[in-house]
């Protein structure tokens, strides 16, 4: 019998990417049969406004300790399908909560956080510090799963966030446009593909509409592939000015990056990300979008991810 996705569970569903994810799961047109947020007591209390909003839309929400066996496992009562979305900081408790899952009696399919670099991409992937964790837990997965099926949505990086330069490693690449300068790597020519924060939870929502050719699978998805250049070019048009343009070579992030890892900066961790996916770590002779039933005119543009980050970038987004 074909397994079609009824009773959901998310992690992490409050947390940066999880909002998206969260929104757009809660409203997907047809509805799921039922959603679940699992969040932390803290969380509850202190997001309640967002939480009370998504009751009234449907949202069922569970407050426990993702750490603590048997509230998970009590979570896990009926559900047929995990999303986690937790951050950096937790990505190793997914080994119990995987676990949890394989020894439930309903749970069938598990997409553990990801929603980001592809970690497998090529034969430097496996030593890149920041993928390490994510790496764990899909060796556990390959080594421990026998009944619940799992998909990785790599996503690559969210071009929302990569618009913002990190500050004190601008060189690393991004747009400042407030004093309209733009920061690229080498000449700007390097293509990246992106995925904007919306898209992401639109990709989430038709995996789960997916379930036969998700499963097992790492899913490559975007919104759009450009060079640092066209987005350049679109930030001018939009701006109706010319932007100051500072160019970095890629050696030059590589020494930043070795620097920052060796005084323990956290910065380290988003300065490689940046290299990886200056060096091409984005780039496939072809995407899953269409596995997913996604076309371009069904995911956001370029246009509108610049002119989102011109009307405050997604710190200004609401749910
Ligand atoms: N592609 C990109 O550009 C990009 C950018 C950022 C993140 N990501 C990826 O997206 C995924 C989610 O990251 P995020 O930044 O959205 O996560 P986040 O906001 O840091 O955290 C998400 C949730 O995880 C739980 N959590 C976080 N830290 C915790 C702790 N110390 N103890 C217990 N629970 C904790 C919290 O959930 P509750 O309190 O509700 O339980 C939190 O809301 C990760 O896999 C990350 O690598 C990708």
Known sequence: MTFTPAKILIFGGTGTIGQYITASLLRAKPAFQQLALFTSANTANTKTALLDKWKAEGLSVIVGDITNESDVAAAYNGVDTVISAVGRGVLQHQIDLLRLAEASGSVQWFL????????????????????????????????????VQVTYVVTGPYFDMWLDPIPGAEAAGGFAADRKEAYVIDEGEGKVGFCTMWDVGKFVAATLRHPEQSFGKALKVQSFIVTPNQVLAEYEKQTGSRWRVVKTPLDDIRALEAKFWEEGNPKATGITLRRIWAEGGTL?????????GLKPE?????????????????????F
């Open 112 to 147: 553990p956080s990801e929603y980001g670099t592809d970690i497998e991409h090529n034969a430097k992937s496996p030593n890149e510090k920041p993928h390490q964790l994510k790496l764990k837990v899909r060796k556990f997965i390959r080594e421990n799963l026998k009944r």
């Open 298 to 318: 069904d995911l956001d543009p370029l246009e509108l991810g610049v002119k989102r980050s011109l009307n405050g970038g997604w710190k200004r987004d609401t």
């Open 284 to 292: 496939y002779s072809k995407n899953d979008n269409e596995v997913l």
